[in-house]
C-alpha cells in the first residue's frame, strides 16, 4: 500500500511547539500560502506565540518595577528604623550602632570616641504649661541647634523624650569638653515658642570611651554623669567618674527597698489635725506618710517621694496611702464618733494624677470601706490643676463627680496668674506656709494675705492656711476670714493614736 510522504510542515510544527513549551516566546513556524488545516493550526500557534510574549514582557516590567518599589521602601525603612520621627535625628539603634563603629576604630588603635548625654532641665514645664505641641517645637529646635553646634562625622541623636546624645568620634577629654561647653551655650539662649521666649537649661553627661568598654558600658556612665550634672541647680557639665557609679547603686537598691517597704507595710502615716480656726475645733487632718526603713529610721517624704515619682513607683505608693487613710478614717469613725464632716485629705502626685485607674482606685477603696466621698479631700498642686493636660482634666472631673473634694496645696509658690482661681476645678485652696511666715511682724504681707484670702472667697472657694507656727499667726488669720488652719502651733503630724487622743481629749 502506498501512503503520502508526511507533510514536511507537521515536522516544523511539531518543532515549533516544543521550542515555544520551552520557553522560546520568540519562535514563530514558517507558514506557507496553503490554506488547510495545517496552515490554520500553524497561524493560531503563531497567534499564541505573539500573545505569549507580550504578556510575559509585560510581566517582566512589572516585576521590575516592583522590585525597583521594594528596594526603595526597604531604604526607607532603614531610614525610618535608625531616625528619630520627630526631630529627624538618629535614634538610640543608630547611635548604638555609630558606637560600635567608634569603638572599634579605638580598638585598632585610632582616638576613642567621646560620649555626651543631654537631658533638659525644664522641658517637663514647658511641655505641662504650654502643651505637647509647643514641646514638640522646642525638641526641634533644640535638635536643630546641637547639630549646628558640631561636625557632620559626629552623631547627634534623640534618646526618647527631652534625652538627646552627642557622639565624638576620635576624641578627646579637653576637646569633648570643648564641645560640650559650645553645646551648653547654644541651647541656652532663648528659643521662640509662639509669642513667647523660653529658656530651657540643660544638663550634660561626658565620658570619654576607655580601652575594651562596650558600647552599653559607655552609654551607662555617660548617663550616670548626666544624673550627677542634674543635681546641680544650673545648667552644668559633669565628666564621668566611678564614685557617680556608686551614688547611682545606691540609689538603685533605694528604689528596690522602695518597692519592698510598699510590699511590707513598711510605710506608715501620720496625720496632722486641721483646725477650725474660731474655735480650735480639728475638722479633719491630713495624711504624710513616712517610711520606717529598717535600718535607716524614719524617713520623711522628701528623702523619697522625689525618687518615687522619678520612678513611677508613686503609683503605687499613692495607692497604699489613700487605702490605708480611708481605712485609718473608717476606723475613727466608728471608734471616736467624729463629726461627720471630719475629714481626710491625701496628697495626690502628678504621675497619679495622671495614671488612668485613679478614679477606678478612690471608688474601690469609699466602696470598701463605705466611706462617703464628700469626706475624702484630695490635695493636687498648682500647677497640677492649672496646666493639666486631658488626662488630669479626665482625673479631676472623674473625682468630682465621684463627690470627692480637690483642694489646691501649697497655693502661692506656683508661676500661675492669680487669675486662674476662678476657673480652677478646686473646692478649696490651702494658701503655702511661706505666705504665712511673715504674717506676724510685716504689715505689707498682711495685707498681702487678706488680699488673696477676699480672692479666694470671691471665687467661691474655701481657704486653709498650712504652716501656722505661732498664736500670732492664727489670730491675724481667723481675723482675715481664713476658716481653717493647719500647722505645728496646732500639732505636729502625729501617728494615728495622737489623732485619738487629740480628738477624745
Ligand atoms: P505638704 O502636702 O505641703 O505637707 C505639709 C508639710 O509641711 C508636711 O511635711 C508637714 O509636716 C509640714 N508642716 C506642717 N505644719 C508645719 C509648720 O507649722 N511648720 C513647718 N515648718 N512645717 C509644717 P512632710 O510631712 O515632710 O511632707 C512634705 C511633703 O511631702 C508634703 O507637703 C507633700 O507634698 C509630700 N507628701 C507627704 N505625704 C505624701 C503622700 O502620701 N503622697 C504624696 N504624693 N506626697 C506626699
Ligand atoms: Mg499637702
Ligand atoms: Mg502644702
Not at 501512503?3 to 516544523?12: G, M
Not at 521666649?197 to 550616670?224: F, H, K, N, P, W
Not at 486653709?464 to 493647719?486: D, F, P
Amino acid at each position: 500500500m502506498k501512503t503520502d510522504p508526511p507533510d514536511p510542515r507537521l515536522h516544523a510544527l511539531v518543532e515549533g511547539i516544543v521550542r515555544i513549551a520551552g520557553g522560546d516566546l520568540t519562535t514563530r513556524i514558517p507558514h506557507s500560502e496553503a490554506r488547510d488545516d495545517v496552515a490554520a493550526v500553524i497561524a493560531g500557534i503563531n497567534l499564541m506565540a505573539d500573545d505569549l510574549q507580550a504578556i510575559y514582557q509585560e510581566l517582566e516590567e512589572r516585576v521590575e518595577s516592583r522590585t525597583a518599589m521594594l528596594r526603595e521602601a526597604q531604604v526607607e525603612l532603614e531610614r525610618m528604623a535608625l531616625t528619630d520621627p520627630l526631630t529627624q535625628l538618629a535614634n538610640r539603634t543608630a547611635l548604638n550602632s555609630a558606637l560600635g563603629h567608634a569603638l572599634a576604630e579605638a580598638a585598632r588603635g585610632e582616638m576613642p570616641p567621646a560620649l555626651l548625654i543631654l537631658d533638659l532641665d525644664s522641658f517637663k514645664g514647658i511641655n505641662d504649661t504650654l502643651g505637647h505641641s509647643a514641646g514638640d517645637d522646642v525638641l526641634r529646635m533644640i535638635a536643630r541647634r546641637l547639630q549646628e553646634a558640631v561636625r557632620g562625622t559626629d552623631t547627634v541623636a534623640r534618646l526618647g523624650g527631652d534625652e538627646f546624645a552627642v557622639m565624638l568620634p576620635k576624641s578627646n577629654l579637653v576637646r569633648a569638653r570643648r564641645v560640650a561647653n559650645r553645646i551648653l551655650k547654644a541651647l541656652s539662649e532663648s528659643l521662640e515658642v509662639g509669642d513667647l521666649r523660653i529658656t530651657c537649661g540643660t544638663s550634660i553627661g561626658l565620658r570619654v570611651a576607655e580601652q575594651g568598654q562596650t558600647a552599653e558600658e559607655l552609654v551607662m556612665e555617660a548617663d550616670t554623669a548626666m544624673y550627677a550634672a542634674k543635681a546641680q541647680p544650673h545648667s552644668s557639665i559633669k565628666v564621668f567618674e566611678p564614685a557617680l557609679l556608686y551614688a547611682r547603686r545606691l540609689q538603685s537598691v533605694m528604689i528596690t527597698e522602695m518597692r519592698e517597704a510598699i510590699r511590707q507595710d513598711q510605710l506608715t502615716l501620720y496625720y496632722q489635725p486641721v483646725v477650725e480656726l474660731a474655735t480650735g475645733k480639728i475638722e479633719g487632718v491630713e495624711a504624710l506618710v513616712r517610711w520606717n526603713h529598717p535600718e535607716r529610721g524614719l524617713l520623711m517624704p522628701d528623702q523619697f517621694i522625689p525618687l518615687a515619682e522619678e520612678t513611677g513607683l508613686i503609683v503605687d505608693l499613692g495607692h497604699w496611702v489613700l487605702r490605708h487613710a480611708v481605712r485609718q478614717l473608717r476606723d475613727w469613725q466608728q471608734e471616736l464618733q467624729v463629726d461627720s464632716s471630719f475629714n481626710v485629705r491625701v496628697n495626690i502626685s502628678t504621675t497619679e494624677l495622671q495614671s488612668l485607674d485613679l478614679i477606678e482606685h478612690v471608688r474601690d477603696i469609699l466602696t470598701e470601706t463605705g466611706v462617703d466621698a464628700a469626706n475624702l479631700v484630695v490635695e493636687l498642686t498648682e500647677s497640677m490643676a492649672v496646666n493639666g493636660g486631658d488626662v488630669d482634666q479626665y482625673s479631676m472631673s472623674g473625682l468630682r463627680r465621684l463627690g470627692v473634694k480637690l483642694e489646691i496645696d501649697d497655693f502661692g509658690t506656683g508661676y500661675s496668674s492669680i487669675s486662674y482661681l476662678r476657673k480652677l476645678p478646686v473646692h478649696v485652696v490651702k494658701i503655702d506656709k511661706s505666705l504665712i511666715d511673715g504674717l506676724g511682724d510685716n504689715e505689707e504681707q498682711r495685707n498681702f494675705v487678706a488680699a488673696v484670702l477676699h480672692l479666694i472667697h470671691a471665687c467661691g472657694l474655701e481657704a486653709v492656711a498650712e504652716g501656722i507656727e505661732t498664736a500670732e499667726q492664727a489670730q491675724i488669720l481667723a481675723k482675715l476670714g481664713c476658716a481653717s488652719g493647719q500647722g505645728y502651733y496646732f500639732s505636729r503630724p502625729v501617728p494615728p493614736a495622737g489623732i485619738a487622743a487629740l480628738v477624745s481629749g
